[in-house]
């Protein structure tokens, strides 16, 4: 069982998920909002994924994001939106799907930053909510058989620097995994 476990540490990230701009359908407005001209704010973020689809992230400005959200009459420097936070969420899970950002992953999600006009303190929380349960999945796979390799010792400290994760998290996960096997 060690054996096989080693095997699928170096394994596991044979198959790359799709890229997670692809292009999404607009919700059609209702006859009232039709009639009156407003729009169907749901469609910000659509519209935006279908820009990043169709154009790639370094292709994509500031100008053409603001443009979109004045469409919607969006300050999206003044309003924290779920939704916009959504994508660079899925966009940091995909570029983490081998536990390793690269350089031109690193500069692609600073361009993301920048033109979705996400504040560090909303990309330091994504990145800390993702980082932490990628960390615990990997450290819960560990502990399958009950005790960590070296192997797999030297895979999560590797893992907890690319992810950059407070002490306290860490510390957090260990325990709480440390309990559930007690």
């Known amino acids: 069982i060690r054996r096989q476990r080693q095997m699928c ?6 198959s790359h998920p799709d890229y997670p701009f692809q292009l999404k359908p607009l919700k059609k407005p209702s006859l009232f909002k ?19 689809a169709r154009k790639g992230i370094m292709d994509v400005s500031e100008e053409e994001i603001s443009k979109i959200a004045e469409s919607y009459k969006v300050n999206l420097e003044r309003e924290r ?13 995909y570029c983490l799907y081998d536990r390793k950002l690269s350089q031109e992953e690193r500069e692609k999600l600073a361009h993301l ?18 980082g932490a349960k990628i960390y615990s999945n ?22 907890r620097q690319e992810l950059e994760l407070p002490d306290e998290i860490i510390s957090m996960k260990l325990s709480a995994r440390f309990t559930k096997l007690s």
């Open 9 to 14: 540490i170096r394994d596991r990230f044979t």
């Open 113 to 130: 930053q920048r033109i979705l006009k996400l504040a560090d303190d909303q990309v330091t929380k994504i990145h800390t909510e993702v």
């Open 81 to 93: 939106l779920p939704e916009i936070e959504e994508i660079y969420r899925n966009y940091y899970e």
């Open 34 to 52: 039709k009639i009156l001209g407003i729009p169907v704010r749901e469609n910000l973020a659509a519209e935006i994924h279908n820009l990043l």
């Open 138 to 159: 990997e450290l819960a796979d560990a502990l399958i058989d009950g005790q960590i390799s070296s192997e797999e010792e030297e895979f999560l400290a590797q893992l």
